[in-house]
Nanobody
């Protein structure tokens, strides 16, 4: 059983930065692609960024140039560094991994961008 626990969310002013962390336990995730998703109020959950086992990232358009996904395989941690935050980034951010036919999600961490 895999458990994912996100942290690092909070309230930040427009233009500010936050670093989200995802701690994984229950399985060595070194061989799996990891993702960050987000869900804004009244909207569907959307993919933000993905990172392969060897650290190759891909980003959704809203995240390009502002967000950086990274991982520490030795510690089973995945990060999302978010810079130049905008009010439209306000959402609950989720860590996600797919192991074969099973998907696992964290409980989410709230990010609120407001002045």
């Amino acid at each position: 059983q895999v458990q994912l626990v996100e942290s690092g969310g909070g309230l930040v002013q427009p233009g500010g930065s936050l670093r989200l962390s995802c701690a994984a336990s229950g399985s060595r995730l070194i061989i799996y692609t990891m993702d960050w998703y987000r869900q804004a109020p009244g909207k569907e959950r959307e993919l933000v960024a993905t990172i392969t086992p060897i650290g190759v990232p891909t980003y959704a358009d809203p995240a390009k140039g502002r967000f950086t996904i990274s991982r520490d395989n030795a510690k089973n941690l995945v990060y999302l560094q978010m810079n130049s935050l905008k009010p439209e980034d306000t959402a609950v951010f989720y860590c996600h991994v797919r192991l074969g036919s099973k998907e696992y999600w964290g409980q989410g961490t709230q990010v609120t961008v407001s002045s």
